[in-house]
């Protein structure tokens, strides 16, 4: 569409970014997304988005100054990927989703993140490029495309545009997980070789965790990243949100996951023995130990053999739950009940005698 030269304002004497359209004739449209590009770029203002300071004619040609990004875009070729560590990928998803953030506030959807598209300086700060295909929400016509057609790199297309459907501030999202996604491993979440294929694969295809591939993430990392990548557009986080969680340090509340398959995540608490009840004389104070049905939490978790509130267990004989005391309390009671019953129906023979002698 045009190239980009670098080039020095010589009324305030600063450097900056002119990028020169070309062969206008050639793209009816392109000159209109031009005008465009300016017109969103210009709209905004914030640390993450490039500056847009300019735009005219110079000799037949549209041209747009911009701000000079003393730095390189986060793309690469599939020969030479581009990998980043964890610590720096979370940088790059805080300062990015903050541009994005911006643009969404102003109605207008990126429709083309992709690597080429954010470029980091010499001191680490990422801001976003190329609203050349930009639209705005409140207003359709602004896509300036034809029906049917998409627009945007296919590697990081959102499902719902790979179904036809308009670009929302989600779809930016999911193709900022796409990016982020690629800085880890090395490569996008889905490849194919024909472009049909590769919008199947948006549509219908889980994408596989990073450290299923040997990437080492917390688990919260890797879970918040996946759920950029969900199909459903309503299931993933606005940009605002992305950009204060990674912002905030909260992807390393975790261990690492270890890269090894089948390994156990540094959290889970080791397993113990289930504790065997103590073998003890029936009588009031003694109890066994409750059973265990599962994994202690600790050293510290079993159940005292002895202690108040556990011998106040049920002392109904047919519950389930008696236990030892409760048996020796019943074994108690017996002979009480044995005499009392013997007595009644000595009572109940000596009162018919006496009915029958009186008669």
């Known amino acids: 569409m045009g190239e980009v030269w670098q080039a020095t304002d010589e009324v305030l004497g600063r450097s900056v970014a002119v990028k020169l359209m ?19 770029a210009a709209r905004l203002s914030h640390p993450h988005v490039v500056g847009v300071f300019d ?11 911009m701000e000079l990004v003393e730095g390189d875009s986060l793309g690469s070729t599939p020969a030479h990927p581009l990998v980043l560590p964890a610590e720096r990928v979370a940088v790059v998803a805080a300062h990015a989703a903050a541009g994005l953030a911006a643009a969404h506030r102003q109605g207008v959807v990126h429709r083309d993140i992709k690597p080429g598209n954010l470029l980091m300086d010499a001191e680490g700060t990422v801001k976003l ?3 050349g295909i930009a639209r705005f929400v409140d207003d359709p016509s602004a896509g300036l495309t034809t029906t049917g057609q998409i627009v945007g790199t296919g590697l990081y297309l959102a499902p719902e545009r790979a179904l036809g459907k308009p670009a929302s501030p989600a779809s930016d999202v999911y193709s900022l997980g796409c990016v982020l996604y690629q800085l880890l491993t090395g490569h996008p979440p889905f490849r194919a070789d024909t472009a049909t294929a590769l919008l199947y694969q948006h549509i219908d295809s889980a994408p ?19 759920s950029l ?12 949100a992305i950009a204060d969680w990674f ?9 690492p996951r270890p890269a090894t398959a089948g390994a156990m995540p540094a959290q889970a608490a080791p397993r113990t023995a289930p504790h065997p009840p103590a073998r003890t004389a029936p009588g009031p104070a003694a109890m066994p130990a409750p059973r ?19 011998r106040r267990a049920p ?7 008696s236990t030892g005391g409760a048996l020796a309390e019943l074994s108690r009671r017996r002979p009480r009940k044995t005499a009392a019953v013997a007595g009644i129906v000595a009572f109940v023979v000596f009162l018919f005698i006496g009915m029958a002698w009186l008669s």
């Open 22 to 40: 070309l062969a206008q004739s050639t793209d009816p449209s392109g000159a209109d997304r031009f005008r465009l590009e300016a017109q969103t």
């Open 55 to 65: 735009f005219g004619t110079w000799d037949g040609k549209l041209f747009l100054v």
């Open 129 to 131: 490029a190329d609203f």
């Open 208 to 226: 596989t965790p990073p450290s299923r591939l040997g990437v080492v993430l917390t688990p919260a990392f890797e879970a918040y990243l996946l």
């Open 229 to 240: 990548l969900a199909k459903q557009p309503e299931q993933r986080p606005p940009a605002q």
């Open 247 to 255: 912002g905030s340090g909260a992807w390393r509340e975790y261990a």
């Open 292 to 310: 265990t049905s599962g994994p202690s939490s600790g050293p510290t978790a079993a159940v005292p053999a002895t202690g108040g509130s556990r």
């Open 315 to 321: 002392e109904r004989a047919g519950s389930s739950g």
